[in-house]
């Protein structure tokens, strides 16, 4: 490990730069501190950073260079040497820089400057590195399976001797269908919550309601998954789906929308609940001037005027519902069927996501690599769920303010 | 000064003058449609709460299970012509003995504790006796004399591990019912297991096995624990912490403090919000593509999943950390730049060190949020079966670990139900965490919040 081995010593020779920076900044100034341009604290970090900084951009160079296969993993030793003479040269550099008129905490500061611009510039190389990998491998992917055939195929049967049948659109069919039912339990329930808490609630109550329902949205889906699987699917199966004889699985659309549509009564009813306070004090109190009782008031005047903000949360609730992975993992079962009838299994495309990556998987088959280009889907559709929703409320917000 | 006439004749209904005390029927619907809605509210609160209780207990009840395990103490004679056959008691020597061999010397052990108890049950086979302990006894029997050579020969006490099924009974998860319809157990082997217990050989503790022991293979539900998962957990965290904190702080000093209104900036923060709402599953196909495949780092590692939790993290950590300065009054900032601070002095000296609270709170939560999130996990390896402890640190990065959500699912994929009683208390474990964590960041905000 000789590029970890130089990572260290170049640290140590940083350190070790910044006591002799600052003790040759105190020599330079003489009996009268106050002569040098910046503090001898700065002068020191200057040498350090000017040490460390080159060894590091040799280093990282180097660690790129062998991730892309350009040198071999041997080439360490070289690499090590060359960020460590980098290393010295910056310590000798900034040492001799070092005198009453040098600038040290501009010098500094600029550099730091530099590292929190490219902090920030992880977020863009986030979002560049998921694409790129979704796209480049979606690539790979159409080029050993028609794209006609995923988009519009309706049938899902991966086989790993060949020949498998790869249509996006039952399992699109079982991601819309656990999503609406998901929406269709939260945005009521947390709707009526959230216009609860924020016209009639008193202090007391509120303040105990909103944390509990706060616990709700802190809880891992595992957990709401969990719950999916021993206890909501059993009872549906012997409950409903039995006795009325509409099948005998224990996962089910319904059950997986039933527990995703609790998981997202939070999200809907604090999004909902912040955009109703957002909403004028003086339109309420017109509307109960003029002889409307508190519930007129909120059908007619509240909720119109917050009407862009709601839908925008239940636009990116639905986000959330379409990405949503361990419930319908747990709780909607694998079968890649489009039916009506809620109470049999189906499957999304997060599951078969997780289906075609776990295990020993072969990149080269489209059995895989599919999982790519159904990642590619789910990350445009959220994407734009979100792009909607965001110019929505953002639209609705500037109105009032 | 103006001619419209005051008493202008307006449409009014035709309406009967009543007495204030008598609502017409008009008030009355009005009202009644008020509690209506009121009600409506009422219900909707009640039901996330009672899905809330609903959630938590029946994890709750799932799970206690798994905190309590029954042993079977029993004096097992170690027999030295088969457990060291060369008589020198060279561990080396002694290592070649296998597993077997230790389980032959357990069954005995078994068979004469029942004997010795004097219990006659009809229809009862050898069989029933043996599978009586769990297939993980024989292990932890052989792990002990390996590390004390001397125990050969004589007779020791020991608490061995009963069956999954036999542990189950004494939870109420197996009834005689089940029994009889199940080829791993008996009524009559459960009958012999109620015999011993209300003879006080077999006993039910605390299990803090579950803690420390690592994942156990499909058949020995009784003998697996959670301890490489919370190990691999931590160890995640600990990258999660070393990465996250110091770039998303360093991201959101830029971003609020320094960057120019232009259109980089704009677009970095779209990006920054559009990132919080990616779904998790496709951070896990980042993190295969990107760390796994191109960038060649070993599967199941918890620096690959603790690398695809920072970028997953990072936009809360952002978002918390920008509102945090923001709520850091300007006053601050204008009295450093007046006594003659630079700009990079007064937000290092006074914005952050004032700002650190809200900071902390927010990296809390989304360090809480981090530490509960299985699928992108899935994605790159954890689920793999790992039986073995990783390393210390920083070695240990790179080793095969589970994480305890991961854990979780992984259980309740395997078809023995005493896996979902394992699952379930997991998940208490993890809950615990969080509800630390939790308390962590509410209590930091009650103790050093200011208002401005």
Not at chain 2, 323 to 352: E, N
């Amino acid at each position: 490990m000789p590029l970890s081995w130089a990572l260290f010593a170049s640290f140590l020779l940083a350190a070790a730069g910044y006591i002799v920076g600052r003790s040759r900044a105190f020599a330079t100034a003489g009996p009268d501190v106050r002569k040098l341009h910046s503090r001898p604290t700065y002068h020191g970090t200057s040498v350090a950073l000017a040490a460390l900084l080159p060894a590091l951009a040799v280093l990282g160079l180097a660690s790129v260079l062998r991730l892309t296969g350009v040198v071999t993993p041997e080439s360490g030793l070289v690499a090590g040497t060359i960020a460590l003479i980098a290393a010295v040269l910056g310590l000798g550099v900034g040492v001799m820089r070092i005198g009453q008129e040098y600038q040290a905490r501009n010098v500094v500061e600029r550099m730091v400057l530099g590292l929190l611009m490219l902090s920030s510039l992880i977020a863009i190389v986030t979002t560049a590195g998921i694409v790129l990998s979704l796209v480049f491998e979606t690539g790979h992917f159409f080029q050993l399976y028609d794209w006609k055939a995923f988009f519009f195929g309706t049938e899902w049967t991966p086989r790993f001797q060949g020949n498998s049948r790869l249509g996006i659109v039952p399992l699109l069919w079982g991601t819309m269908y656990v999503s609406a039912i998901a929406l269709l339990v939260a945005v009521p329930i947390g709707l009526f919550a959230a216009v609860y808490m924020s016209e009639y609630a008193s202090r007391r109550v509120r303040g105990f309601v909103k944390p509990a329902i706060e616990v709700l949205a802190g809880i891992p889906t595992i957990v709401y998954g969990l719950f999916a699987l021993i206890t909501v699917g059993p009872l549906l199966r012997d409950y409903f789906a039995q006795p009325l004889g509409l099948g005998n699985s224990g996962t089910s659309v319904l059950t997986a929308g039933l527990v995703m549509g609790i998981m997202l009564i939070p999200f809907v009813s604090s999004l909902s609940d912040d955009i109703i306070n957002a909403v004028p004090q003086s339109l309420r109190d017109g509307a109960l001037g003029l002889g409307s009782t508190p519930s007129e008031t909120v059908r007619q005047v509240v909720l119109p005027a917050a009407l862009p903000g709601i839908v925008g949360a239940v636009l990116l609730a639905a986000s959330r519902a379409i990405g949503e992975t361990m419930i319908v993992v747990l709780g909607a079962g694998a079968a890649a069927q489009m039916s009506l009838n809620p109470l049999e299994a189906m499957t999304t495309i997060t599951v078969k996501i997780v289906s075609q990556l776990t295990g020993d998987s072969d990149f080269n088959s489209p059995e895989t690599l599919v999982a790519f280009a159904l990642g590619l889907t789910l990350f445009v559709i959220t994407l734009a769920l979100n792009v909607v929703a965001l110019i929505i409320v953002r639209k609705y917000r500037e109105q009032y303010e | 000064m103006t001619d419209i006439p005051l008493s202008r004749p307006v449409d009014v209904p035709d309406r009967k003058p009543g007495s204030l005390l008598q609502q017409d029927a008009r008030t009355k619907a009005r009202n009644a449609a008020e509690k209506r809605f009121r009600l409506y509210g009422v219900i909707a609160i009640a039901i996330s709460m009672i899905a809330l209780v609903v959630l938590l207990t029946t994890i709750l009840s799932a799970g206690s299970g798994a905190f309590r395990q029954t042993y079977l103490n029993i004096p097992v004679t170690l027999d030295a012509a088969v457990l060291d056959p060369k008589g020198n008691r060279d561990p080396a020597e002694m290592a070649k003995v296998l597993t077997v061999s230790y389980g032959r010397v357990l069954d005995a052990a078994v068979e004469a504790t029942v004997a010795r108890h004097n219990i006659q049950i009809e229809g009862l086979s050898e069989d029933d006796i043996d599978n009586l302990i769990s297939k993980e006894a024989s292990a932890q029997v052989r792990d002990r004399v390996l590390a004390d050579p001397e125990l050969i020969g004589q007779t020791v006490e020991f608490d061995v591990l009963t069956g999954g099924r036999i542990d189950g009974f004494f939870k109420g998860r197996v009834t005689m019912e089940s029994a009889a319809r199940d080829s791993n157990t008996s009524p009559q082997q459960l009958q012999l297991a109620q015999e011993l217990a209300n003879r006080g050989e077999i006993v039910t503790r605390f299990n803090w096995n579950f803690l420390t022991n690592a994942d156990a293979s499909d058949q020995r539900p009784e003998a697996a624990g959670v301890g490489v998962a919370i190990l691999g957990s931590l160890y995640m965290m600990l990258v999660v912490l070393v990465l996250a904190v110091p770039i998303g702080v360093a991201a959101s000093i830029y971003l609020e403090e320094f960057a120019p209104q232009n259109r980089i900036t704009d677009i970095i923060e779209v990006n920054i919000s559009n990132l919080a709402a990616v779904p998790s599953i496709v951070f896990g196909i980042l993190g295969l593509a990107a760390f796994i495949n191109f960038a060649g780092l070993p599967q199941s590692a918890p620096i690959v999943g603790g690398l695809v939790l920072t970028l997953m993290t990072l936009p809360t950590i952002i978002i918390s950390t920008r509102a945090a300065l923001k709520a850091v009054p300007p006053s601050i900032r204008d009295a450093a730049l007046g006594v003659g601070a630079s700009k990079m002095q007064s937000v290092f000296h006074h914005v952050l060190p004032l700002a650190m609270p809200g900071i902390l709170t927010g990296t809390i939560i989304g360090l809480a949020q981090a530490l509960g999130e299985t699928a992108p996990l899935l994605l790159i390896g954890m689920v793999a079966f790992v039986r073995n402890f990783p390393d210390g640190l920083p070695g240990g990065l790179m080793d095969p670990a589970s994480a305890l959500p991961v854990q979780v699912y992984n259980w309740t994929q395997r078809s023995d139900p005493a896996f979902i009683e394992r699952a379930s208390g997991a998940i208490i474990v993890l809950l615990v965490f969080l509800l630390c964590m939790n308390v962590l960041a509410i209590w930091l905000r009650r103790k050093f919040e200011r208002r401005w």
